[in-house]
């Protein structure tokens, strides 16, 4: 009988140790939270609040700088002097310090087009290489009397060693342009686009030979702009149009929201300013918003006639601009409309004549680097708005590695300070390939309750509830994020409801469930 009592003892304590003590426990806990509110949603430079806390959407921006620095561009301009001795045919020998070529000429610099008399650099490199075909060591000395920084004209002196047919003999070298003038104007000071040069070719007083020269042998200079600016010009710089085809994003990196706006007001401002010393008119062929879906044209009637700029006025180098000023708001335009479809971006499509008329400054436009042709616009919408559809969203971080029953819920708790109710979307995003996996559709989320001065300044408390499945539990371990999407629509469009700095929306997520916890 002990021996049989033992070994019941022996057994009974071996089946406890097999079966683990499980207790189950309510838990509480949060899984993500959050605030949606225009602050956070949209980036800084994109909002203000004026002195009654009203949010106002307020964008300004350069369409572009309508310069004409791509006109005188000189970034490809390649030119190359070709200096050949002034006999043709035979064959002589040349003692040391002999001078073979002396030349001055004019050569084109600039294009057809644009008739330029005088240029200032504002950066930039020169580079040159002489080539001699002459068989003798040589001393190139080539100037440029109209190429100057300050007193000092460029004056280039290049050795080479001999050359041929086929090997020439080379110098290379470049000089810092910054500052550089450039008269244009050639030998006669009355042409365009010619610089006057000057090269004196010479045995080198240092040869250890004489040179043996051919009729027909020659030296030639080359030159390339590198990387260069202009900072001033003075000319004619042709008729030209520019295509101006520019897209002004609303939103930057940040998620837009979508749906439709009502709403009480909103302003555009375009401002043309002309510092340039040319005529232009600008044809606009139209002005979009954009969202992902849809598009709207902006209707204001000024803008299908021709916007005329007359040229700016330089005296002795302070420049007077010219300026168009258009001014568009709800009561001369669609504009409402065209902001209603909450665009994510607009797009501008316009033609921009320089010189339409021809060249009736007798060649002297002009240019400054500083001073630009430019178009500016500014748009500014107070947010007392009705909504359809508006959606915001948030994407949050959570971790979830709980063993829960599946006999719980998930809690959605919201706090509303909007004046009006929404619906809430509740989307889990998988850690590994990003797949989403929609847990609520569509929630409730009542109004804010207003005061008497029609101001939300306690919030309403809302709660949803979603059951907790075991699909469901499978999808919170898979996932490291968590999706929410509000909606809101406004009662009785197209009444309109002010969005204060102070209305905000928090929420939160807990898991509301059985937890397993086990000892062995």
Not at 198 to 223: F, K
Not at 242 to 270: C, H, K, W
Not at 283 to 294: A, C, G, P, V
Not at 447 to 454: D, P, R, Y
Request: proline residues 5%; aromatic residues 10%; charged residues 20%.
């Amino acid at each position: 009988m002990k021996k049989l009592g033992l070994l019941l003892l022996i057994v009974g304590i071996a089946a406890c140790r097999k079966e683990p003590t499980v207790w189950n426990t309510e838990i509480v806990a949060p899984l993500a939270k959050g605030q949606i509110n225009f602050a956070d949603i949209l980036p800084d430079s994109l909002f203000y609040t004026d002195d009654d806390n009203l949010y106002h959407l307020y964008l300004e921006q350069s369409l572009t700088d309508l310069s004409v620095d791509s006109l005188l561009n000189l970034e490809d301009t390649v030119f190359a002097q070709s200096f050949t001795v002034p006999f043709t045919s035979g064959t002589i020998t040349l003692p040391v310090g002999t001078t073979i070529i002396s030349l001055s000429q004019d050569f084109e610099m600039g294009s057809d087009d644009v008739l330029l008399r005088r240029v200032r650099m504002k950066s930039g490199y020169l580079q040159y290489v002489v080539s001699s075909y002459i068989n003798g060591y040589l001393t190139c000395q080539y100037e440029l009397p109209g190429v100057s920084l300050g007193n000092e004209s460029v004056s280039i002196t290049a050795n080479t060693s001999p050359g041929d047919a086929d090997n020439p003999g080379e110098a290379f070298g470049q000089i810092d342009m910054t500052g550089y003038v450039f008269d244009l104007t050639g030998e006669s000071g009355a042409d365009y686009n010619k610089l006057f040069s000057q090269i004196t070719v010479s045995v080198a007083a240092d040869a250890p030979s004489p040179a043996v020269v051919h009729g027909q042998d020659s030296v030639v200079v080359s030159m390339q702009f590198v990387d260069p600016v202009i900072d001033y010009a003075l000319g004619y710089f042709g008729e030209h149009t520019y295509q101006l085809n520019e897209d002004i994003e609303f939103f930057g990196g940040a998620t837009a929201p979508t749906g439709i706006l009502f709403l009480e007001r909103a302003s555009m401002d375009l401002d043309f300013i002309n510092r340039i010393g040319v005529d232009a008119k600008i044809d606009f062929d139209n002005i979009q918003s954009f969202t992902d879906f849809t598009s709207a044209d902006l209707n204001y009637s000024p803008l299908s006639n021709s916007v005329n700029l007359t040229r700016a006025l330089d005296l002795n180098g302070q420049v007077f601009p010219t300026e168009q000023h258009y001014h568009i708001d709800e009561t001369n335009s669609g504009i409402l409309n065209f902001l209603g479809i909450v665009p994510n971006a607009l797009h501008v499509n316009a033609n921009v004549h320089i010189n339409p008329l021809g060249n009736i400054s007798g060649s002297n436009d002009f240019y400054y680097a500083d001073f630009p042709l430019e178009a500016k616009f500014r748009m500014d919408v107070p947010l007392k708005i009705g909504a359809q559809a508006l959606t915001f969203s948030d994407t949050v971080n959570f971790d979830f590695n709980e063993e829960i029953d599946v006999n719980g819920f998930l809690r959605l708790r919201f706090s509303n300070y909007f004046p009006f109710s929404a619906n809430a979307k509740l989307i889990a995003i998988d850690s590994e390939d990003g797949h989403t996996h929609v847990l609520l559709n569509d929630g409730r989320i009542e109004a804010g309750s207003a005061n008497a001065e029609g101001v939300v300044e306690v919030p309403t408390h809302s709660e949803i509830l979603v059951p907790i499945s075991s699909s469901i539990i499978d999808v919170l371990k898979m996932s490291d994020r968590m999706n929410i999407r509000v909606q809101f629509n406004t009662p009785d469009n197209p009444e309109t409801f002010p969005i204060y700095n102070s209305y905000k929306m928090d929420f939160v997520i807990l898991v509301d469930a059985a937890a397993k916890i086990e000892l062995n």
